[in-house]
């Protein structure tokens, strides 16, 4: 076991990120094996559409974690953006271009709304994101008059050609996608300042602030680097499942934080893996198309990931404490 | 040192004038809202939302939050009158389920957070979701209404004589909620649960060095706040037709924003029951009170989420000041 | 000769990389105030800590009552009958005083805690201990001194038969400090044995019969104390270490310039009309007890928290500093005496932390120039010998000295010309300490100029140049070197000026 760990290989990626690889692919064995036809493109596309989404929120999250917050406004902030966007296109005709930067523009003003309360009026993030959570459902249910919203089909000749962002041809472009914005990230985490500010005040806010840093600054910018990630996640979602439906959102809050605290990102903040989140990620879609696959109903997965997020986060909860 | 307090300093009087204000807005704009009808029907539905916030005052002062009350409560729901409409499950021991269930997943929150340490948000949201996902298993049900046999806990909320239009409608709701009130305001300043739930959210490092069982009743403040989420269940299944299956998410949004309007720090260690109480009607008006000078009712959710947002927002401005004289 | 009631022997304890009690020995008698001496880090209150039950002990004995005990928590020990007087107060600030005095033991009259009878007893506790306080105040309106009161009544109410008091006298006013030993005295009348932890000699001689002495955790010797003078106790505490003579004349010329002027400096309760220069390559000594509002001094001119008024000019032209950033511009550093807290981020490594206020230097674009960065930090490894196996390490695995020269290195980085050491030796060996002390004569000697804040009086009459003494929220003195003795700076330290 040790003779593993000291592999530089294994070194650099990280011990846990190996064992959560090794995860990745024993389940998607096990699925290969316990149901049949499991195997092969259809399923793995399927997990896909669920990766391009869940990715970008994940992502999203991870840096607000590291920082030592948490925002659980992002499902429900993903769909107003889907909503809100797809209204103006399907109803007002507005050109799907538009409506796409709309989306992100709308994400990017929640990630402002929720970034400056927490960190200039230093109120408890997750008050903030059940208010933010409530007032993006509210705010979409109120400009969509309650009324789902269907984007258009790839069939549409004028705006059906955003679905080639997700794939095209059958090539998936949107996995292209989503590993660059991955790489982006990672980069911004350990290679800027904003991202190294952001891992230290995670850690220890008060030592960077008297470093002559300007923490709040630094944090509300994890906070708006998330949400205008979620206005992104908003475009794959729509992409690939083509319908919002107004009041709904929030069952993918625990699986973007699943995702993201199982790569090995603390809860407590300081500590960040992009390439940990995505390969949470990953498992997190296997694992719900898997149980649909077995033929369960898809609210296990809620509790699954329920379960999962506690053990998990226990586990890191237990490692800090052997640590002091 | 002490100083005296002049009325005006007590948030909940404050509070007190702004119930007291929304109430004459709506009724100089909406002759709808001076019936006794609609004031009994908005009685009725703030019942659940009054209890909810009962409840998740206890771990709102230990510094906590309990995030699961609102898929929690519909799930209880679901789950006893499943119970009462396919096995022939006496109305009573159906409430007792509500109530145990409550009492359970509080206990599995309060272990998850007192004894074990995760962050309370994150782990009321995972069991939340888990509630959650059992609910959507269970089919919608509907309790007996008022005229079926077992209709009767209809009464404790509301006593009716008489029937169809004429009939008298007493909400008596409302007094088992002031009571209930009162007794948690009791338990809150004068027993050792409710001395050492401030305590806890005051300086647990301290209390854990006198020797209290802080664990124990960290777990309690939970436990207490999922028992109320099932009298909350109760009235909930009184009040709506037939329970949906998983919906509830952002319930506990209402209960936990009067929370904080009635007063209770965001950082805890302070809070009072009648505060809350005071909290969640203005919640309820304006949740309930909006369609009346013609808002949508999907304007609730945005003015929640703000209304909560602002009475932080004066809470942390109030400890900034108090800070700044130091 | 009475025996005694509890008798610690060969207690051994370690921690991960330190060895923080070497087989000690302690005792206390009923009816003796017996002192527990030893200088920052000697183990004083890991031994304490060890006894009620905080810290499991690794090895040795514990005899209380002549029984051998071990107590699993501080619950235990107080049912017992040993009760700590905590040195960091331990208040419930949301909760009245007598709420607080009866923690976790409430009057019950059923189901209901009996308030009434709580506040009635708490006044006959005040009555008996003669101190003026409200039990219906709420913990947090009361000021510190008040709160130790509050502290030390709540140890009496515990029918305890050891009270170990862990440096009570640090917060207290000369006042408040009398009031206190007219207690202790009281109480050794009674008969309850006294552990009394303390660093004020005059204090040790007044009020104590015996005085056991650790050094770096281990047990040095006890003494009677109307035996033993003053020196023979410091001799006990400070060992073999050869501590350097006080500077007898300042090394700075009368017409060095003025880098730093604060004028009539307010924050609050704690910092009132503080004016003071520093000159360059000065080191300024800031002396006072404990609460004097030195700390708060340096962070209200630090930007760290907010100040009411008062003007600051650096090298003769006024600067507006409301946040750290501000101060950090203007070439001011600060050392904090919370390390862990608020001076180094401990998940990190060196680099990252040495970096920390100067990154933008070390940019490539928007990338951060990593090669450079290290370069930099390898350089003041080594120029500070900070003792470590690589840049690359995480600061938690660095021993307490160590991570102080990371943050020293942090402000060298960023090349600041006035840096504040607030409680730069505080849980350092005694060898890293006379690194320290090196490396900031160096730094003075460079040309940087220095305030020191201290509560180590070697320490102050060692180092400074000059020295400014606070009380109460209030700058009571100024010194030069030359004319400072120990008994000046205590006399104005603890000037009653209220």
Known sequence: ????????????????????????????????????????????????????????????????????????????????????????????????????????????????????????????????????????????????????????????????????????????????????????????????????????????????????????????????????L??????????????????????????AIAGCVMGGTSMAGGLASIGGTVIGVLIISLLQEGILALGFAKDIQLIVTGIIVIVVVYADVMARRRKN | MTKKKSLLSDQRFIVLLVIIALVVIYMIFSPEFRKYSSILSMLDFSYYDILMAIGVTFPLITAGVDLSIGTGLVCYALVAGRLVRDYNCPVALAMLICVLFGVVVGAVNGTLIGVMGLPPFLATLCTCMITRGISSMVMATPW????????????????????????????????????????MEFVLNHTKFGRYTIGIGSNKEALTLSGVNVKFYHVMAYVICGLFAGLAAIAYAAVVPTVQPGTGAGLELDAIGGVFVGGVSATGGY????????????????????????????????????????AVMIDVAKRRRMAKEQ | MADAILTMEEIDKSFPGVHALDHVHFDVRCGEVHALMGENGAGKSTLMKVLTGIYTKDSGTITFEGKEV?????????????????????????????????????????????????????????????????????????????????????????????????????????????????????????????????????????????????RDGGYVGTLITKDCTKEDIINMMVGRVIYETPKTESKVAKDAPVV??????????????????????????????????????????FGADPKTSGDIYVNGEKVTINSPQDAVKHGIGYLSEDRKRYGIVVQKTITENSTMATLEKYMNGIFINKGEEKKITEKYIQELATKTPS????????????????????????????????????????????????????????????????????????????IVIMCEGKKTGELDISEATQEKIMDRATRDIA
Request: aromatic share 10%.
């Open chain 2, 271 to 310: 809070g009072s029951v009648i505060g809350t109480l005071a909290g969640v009607f203005v919640i309820v008006l304006l949740k309930t009170g909006l369609p009346y000078v013609g808002l949508q009712a999907n304007w609730q959710q945005i003015i929640t989420g703000i209304v909560l947002i602002g």
């Open chain 1, 1 to 228: 076991m040790d003779k593993i760990k000291q592999n530089p290989f294994v070194r650099k990626v990280g011990f846990n990120r190996v064992i959560l690889f090794c995860v990745l692919i024993l389940m998607y064995v096990a699925f290969c094996l316990m149901v049949p036809g499991f195997f092969g493109k259809a399923r793995i596309m399927s997990v896909m559409n669920y990766v391009y989404f869940l990715g970008f929120l994940s992502l999203g999250v991870t840096f607000v974690i590291a920082t030592g917050g948490i925002d659980f406004s992002i499902g429900p902030v993903m769909f107003c953006c889907g909503l809100i966007s797809g209204y103006t296109m399907v109803f007002k005709g507005a050109p799907v271009i538009v409506s796409l930067i709309m989306s992100i523009l709308i994400g990017f003003l929640f990630g402002v709304f929720n970034g400056y309360l927490v960190s200039y009026w230093t109120i408890p993030p997750f008050i903030v994101s059940m208010a933010s959570m409530n007032i993006a459902k509210g705010i979409a249910a109120v400009y969509t008059k309650t009324q789902s919203i269907s984007w258009p089909l790839s069939t549409d000749p004028v705006n059906g050609w955003f679905r080639n962002l997700v794939s095209y041809n059958g090539f998936p472009v949107g996995l292209v996608i989503f590993l660059i914005a991955a790489f982006i990230c990672m980069v911004v985490l350990n290679n800027t300042k904003p991202g190294r500010y952001i891992l230290c005040l995670g850690s220890n806010r008060e030592a960077v602030r008297l470093s002559g840093v300007d923490t709040k600054k630094w944090e509300m910018l994890a906070y708006v680097i998330c949400g205008t």
């Open chain 1, 230 to 255: 979620v206005g992104i996640a908003a475009i794959f979602f729509v992409g690939a499942y083509t319908t919002v439906q107004p009041g709904y959102g929030d069952q993918y809050n625990n699986e």
């Open chain 3, 70 to 214: 071990e107590f699993a928590n501080t619950r235990e020990a107080q049912d017992a009958g040993i009760v700590i007087v905590h040195q960091e107060l331990n208040m419930i600030g949301d909760l009245t005083v007598a709420q607080n005095i009866f923690i976790g033991r409430e009057f019950m009259k059923g189901f209901k805690i009996d308030d009434k009878k709580m506040i009635e007893e708490s006044k006959k506790l005040f009555d008996e201990l003669h101190i003026d306080i409200n039990p219906r105040d709420k913990m947090s309106d009361l000021t510190v001194g008040k709160q130790q009161m509050c502290e030390i009544a709540k140890a009496i109410s515990h029918q305890a038969k050891v009270i170990i008091f862990d440096e009570p006298s640090a917060a207290l006013t000369e006042k408040e400090i009398e009031d206190l030993f007219t207690i202790i005295r009281d109480l050794r009348e009674k008969g309850l044995a006294i552990v009394y932890i303390s660093h004020r000699m005059d204090e040790i001689k007044v009020i104590t019969d015996r005085v056991t002495v650790m």
């Open chain 3, 391 to 466: 840049a690359d390490q995480l600061v938690v695995n660095l021993s307490g000295g160590n991570q102080q020269k990371v943050v020293i290195a942090k402000w060298l980085v960023r090349n600041c010309d006035i840096l504040i050491f607030d409680e730069p030796t505080r849980g350092i060996d005694v060898g890293a300490k006379n690194e320290i002390y090196k490396l900031m004569n160096r730094l003075a000697e460079e040309g940087k100029s220095i305030i020191m804040i201290s509560s180590e009086m070697t320490e102050i009459l060692r180092m400074s140049d000059r």
């Open chain 3, 260 to 301: 730093l002027k604060v004028e009539h400096l307010n924050a609050g309760r704690m910092v009132q009309d503080v004016s003071f220069e520093l000159r360059k390559g000065e080191i300024l000594g800031f002396s006072g007890l404990m609460g004097a509002g030195r700390t708060e001094t340096a962070r209200a001119l």
């Open chain 2, 144 to 183: 007996p209404t008022n005229k079926q046999p077992g209709g009767w806990f209809h009464s404790i909320f509301k006593l009716t004589f008489g029937t169809g239009r004429n009939a008298l409608k007493i909400p008596i709701g409302f007094l088992v909620c002031v009571i209930l009130v009162l007794v």
